[in-house]
T-cell receptor, first 117, second 116 residues
Framework: AQKVTQAQTEISVVEKEDVTLDCVYE???????LFWYKQPPSGELVFLIR??????QNEISGRYSWNFQKSTSSFNFTITASQVVDSAVYFC??????????????FGKGTRLSVIA | SQTIHQWPATLVQPVGSPLSLECTVE??????LYWYRQAAGRGLQLLFY??????ISSEVPQNLSASRPQDRQFILSSKKLLLSDSGFYLC???????????????FGNGTRLTVT
């Protein structure tokens, strides 16, 4: 069965600090996709990144970077030089194929990040 | 471009009253549609998903139901609300194809439901 664990419930950092959000997943499939979403205080979920199981290259997008390691089943998310606008709940999610080829995302419980000015 | 609309944004309903939340998607055809609930501002629980008109899969047994009367319309309903139905309800769509599992979900702005 698929499962996503975000062990950090809440994290507080001071502005300009770097912060890493952990994500560990479980799946029996060799083919799967991982996602990160951001939920700001307004409530909507914003898609940040998608990574497939065959691509272990780290990705960087501005102050955001992602470290995917199949050996440890982890897909961690780092924010460099954090800003107050980064304050949000961040969700990691997993998707793997079912027989129909379509499957819902399974989400972790989220990590609430507070960046203090 | 694709857009998703969800309404109402907030709703306060008494226990035992009916519920109808609507979600529509524009700019795409045959999307996969989803209803998630987020209780206490935390984890996302999948309630229903649909891969086509009239096709509904339920993930969690409860007093809620879903319907998809049109290709890009997804409705969440209840005949009698319970206090435990309070939460933040999110509709989402995803590209509908054989490899849909590799595409991200795109969410609406959500409906905050308070059952009193």
């Amino acid at each position: 069965a698929q499962k996503v664990t975000q062990a950090q419930t809440e994290i507080s950092v001071v502005e300009k600090e770097d912060v890493t959000l952990d994500c560990v997943y479980e799946t029996r499939d060799t083919t799967y996709y991982l996602f990160w979403y951001k939920q700001p205080p307004s409530g909507e979920l914003v898609f940040l990144i998608r990574r497939n199981s065959f691509d272990e290259q780290n990705e960087i997008s501005g102050r955001y970077s992602w470290n995917f390691q199949k050996s440890t089943s982890s897909f961690n998310f780092t924010i460099t030089a954090s800003q107050v606008v980064d304050s949000a709940v961040y969700f990691c999610a997993l998707s793997e194929p079912r027989g129909s080829g379509n499957t819902p995302l399974v989400f972790g419980k989220g990590t609430r990040l507070s960046v203090i000015a | 471009s694709q857009t998703i609309h969800q309404w109402p944004a907030t709703l306060v309903q008494p226990v035992g009253s009916p519920l109808s939340l609507e979600c529509t998607v524009e700019g795409t055809s045959n999307p996969n549609l989803y209803w998630y609930r987020q209780a206490a501002g935390r984890g996302l629980q999948l309630l229903f998903y649909s891969v086509g008109i009239g096709q509904i899969s339920s993930e969690v047994p409860q007093n809620l139901s879903a319907s998809r009367p049109q290709d890009r319309q997804f409705i969440l309903s209840s005949k009698k609300l319970l206090l435990s139905d309070s939460g933040f309800y999110l509709c989402a769509w995803r590209r509908g194809s054989g490899s849909g599992y590799n595409s991200p979900l795109h969410f609406g702005n959500g409906t905050r439901l308070t059952v009193t």
